[in-house]
């Protein structure tokens, strides 16, 4: 406590005990979160805080639904492009704020050039890219892949991509409040609660032997 | 994540050249393929608060703290980190923090079930004006090489040079909208033409054309609107309205701001409502 608030505390418990004990006890209860004034002078402050929050993500086997320690997958086979995850990624979370969304990406670290996509795992050769999609479930349901519905799955956007736009549904997994009781939903507008899985998949042409990599992220944003 | 094909147990070395028809090594080449690094169980972490938001006069210092807590069965480490939301919405993802936001420590171990503290401070320069924002990350660090998928907790720090505050906004559209439980509910996109970032509640009122009060939909509170930003929110839900014209009233209010009530966005439109048959 500064020496202001020593003061005012003192001048208050001096002239009004009862007041005094209700003040402490009012700050006490009313500061959740830490704060302090600068010593220096009384500065105008204000300060208001809000939520909590909880985040895990655990890889888990697409065929048994044991946990796993990393997402694999196998190349396509001869005449195919499409592979999917051999693992899902279980995304358990909780809030009580009122505005929260959960974001995926993959961010390579590139400058945009215009022209090239980098939602992929990239080979030391840049040329070669599996590039990814992903869906989002709130039931462990292993996700159909095939030629003909791997347009319903969502493109990884990399901020490096020429569309790079922070705002867009490729972006968002899970969006929610806690208001009406506590909302959660899928892009698709379905509700949904806590854990949802997320599956990966990959598209390559042709891919040549190498290490392939790239950074994913999934943020848990409230504003 | 990481693709490879290391050497060691379990894993196969892959080389150009090889004929892909030999089934045994292709059945290899299709078992090891891409294998992302190890991205371990994480720890769940708890945050708390995840919004901060402080008005502060430039070149005075102002101090809180997170609370983090480790609410796994294991250990953990949490690395701490800030970027501005310009930045990050930009997608520079590995840009410097903002000078004005101190984050410490950098990371924090966990016993399973304990909790600790990230202190902040928070010192606006002078000659700085309006509102920024910032997001402060809370991840855990893995404890393996190459690890690249990263669950994060993204908490919002907004800054508010003492008295400089100018909110202003507008209605820019209203929209009527189904639920998936029959009923209807309104979007309204807010525009926000000030410096300061605003939290819009407020109530529309929805009369028929006979004037009488069919639903008063309640806007939900929580969503924030920044500065420049256009911004949908939501309403609750009302029963399906009747089909033909309605007039569209509302009340919304922005906060306050400095001690100061932000402005209010009163305003209506006409709504007309036709049903395909």
Redesign the interface.
Known sequence: MNRLLRSAAVALFERAPLAFALCALAVFVAS???????D??S?????????????????KNVSNNA?A???????P??GETL?L?SQY?E??F??N????KIKTYT?S?RSSDGINYWGA?IGPDTAYK?YLRWKISDTVATPALTSGNWNSWTLYK???DPD?D??SNYLNIAAG????GGWAQLPN???CSSPIDLYVA?SAAS????????????????? | MESSFPSGAGNVEARRGLPYGAPALRFLLLCAAIAAAAFPASAELEVSPVIVEVSVRTESAASGSWTVRNRSMRPATAAVSAISYTDYSSGRRDAPAPSWLKLAPPSLTLAPGEESRVAWTILLPRGASGESLALAFFEEKSRSPGTTMIGRIGTAVYALASGTARPAGFVREVRLQEDAKGGEFLLIEIANTGNVHFRPTGTIEIRSAAAAVEATAVLVSGGSALPGTGTIFRTTAFPPLSEGRHVLAWKITTGVFDSAPGPALDGDTVLDCRRSR
């Open positions: 959740p979160a830490h704060a302090t004034l600068d220096q002078e500065v105008p402050m204000s300060l208001t805080v809000m939520g909590s929050a909880s985040l895990s993500i655990q890889p946990p320690s990393s997402l694999a997958f196998a190349l086979a001869p592979s995850s990624v995304v358990s909780n809030t704020f009122d505005n929260w961010s670290g795992l599996m990399d901020p490096a790079w922070y705002n409040g806690a208001w009406d507008g379905s509700s990959g891919l040549v032997p190498g290490t392939y990599q790239n950074r994913m992220y999934l943020d848990f944003i409230h504003l």
